[in-house]
């Protein structure tokens, strides 16, 4: 099955960006993602709050956290967004205990689980069908779906801080700091990369109402999704950087209304990902039938 998604039923590459294409603009994936930012900007903050608090009060890494934040925010965020989250976590991390986290996590919990739920009737809408699970089911795999998102993504963060600490550690020891350092930029974002790769398969397989789905390390779908993602996030930076009028039209929702901007792009990126794996499948369907 997995070598059948992969060689994509015999289809040429070409015919598959153009059924994507067409699929697409038929199932208005571009309308979708408008409501998907909604959520994403309602469910943001409260899961980065849980991030730092839960990591503030168990590792105590608060500052090293919102550094490492800070810095993979910079590289794929729009200057001005990212300036607007930074800010934001500053201002509700500055005290942190277990009332504080309490409350992240109740209103971490009804925006996340909709916005989860959100990506499901896109996926739904990318795949043709018809969720006909019950609403409880529903809202449980949206809350899995969410929560190990956060897990990975609290996992990931772990790695990076302790990978950091331990190769500062063996400089000092042992030297070859230049060396080191170097080797750890890369395989640091090597990791972030596998976490967002890990993230969209997880979402791809289990979030649509789908039977018969089998899991697959590396669907088609999820290298299209995340490949879209980094091209247009890095796109809409660059073409900010040379073009950016929206403080000018917006005034202080400038920053607002770009990070709004760059989630749309992002939703995009994630049911434009499921319309491929859908048109892949049809296809090794259609080959093998």
């Known amino acids: 099955m997995a070598s059948s998604l992969w060689n994509a039923g015999g289809m040429p590459f070409g015919e598959l960006v153009r059924r994507t294409w067409k699929r697409s603009l038929h199932d208005r994936i571009v ?4 409501k998907l930012s909604f959520y994403f900007l309602l469910a943001l903050f409260p899961l980065l709050m849980v991030v730092i608090a839960l990591l503030g009060q168990v590792l105590q890494v608060g500052p090293a ?14 200057l001005s967004a990212s300036g607007l989250i930074d800010q934001t976590l500053n201002e509700v991390t500055t005290e942190s205990g277990a009332v504080r986290i309490s409350l992240a996590l109740l209103l971490t919990w009804l925006p996340a689980a909709r916005g989860m739920l959100a990506i499901m009737d896109g996926l739904n809408v990318a795949y043709r069908v018809q969720d006909r699970r019950p609403l409880i089911k529903r809202y449980a795999v949206a809350s899995a779906l969410t929560v190990v998102g956060l897990l990975l993504t609290t996992s990931a963060l772990v790695l990076l801080i302790s990978g950091g600490r331990l190769t500062h550690t063996l400089a000092e020891r042992f030297g070859a700091g230049e060396n080191l350092a170097l080797a750890w930029q890369l395989l640091q974002w090597l990791i972030m ?3 967002v790769l890990l993230a969209f398969n997880l979402v791809y397989v289990y979030a649509p109402c789908v039977e018969h789905r089998r899991w697959q390390w590396l669907m088609p779908g999820t290298v299209a999704g995340v490949t879209l993602w980094l091209v247009v996030s890095l ?5 900010l950087a040379y073009f950016n009028r929206f403080s000018f039209m917006y005034g202080s929702l ?3 209304v770009v990070l709004m901007l760059w989630l749309y792009l992002s939703g995009i990126a994630i049911l434009v990902g499921a319309v491929v794996n859908s048109e892949v499948e049809n296809a090794v369907e259609a080959s093998s039938g």
């Not at 810095?71 to 794929?76: D, G, N, P």
Request: aromatic letters at 10%; proline letters at 3%.
């Open 31 to 34: 309308d979708q993602s408008a």
């Open 65 to 78: 956290l919102q550094e490492n934040l800070r810095t993979y925010l910079l590289a794929l965020v729009p």
């Open 193 to 195: 990369l596998a976490s």
């Open 235 to 239: 796109g809409f930076k660059l073409y």
């Open 254 to 256: 400038g920053a607002v």
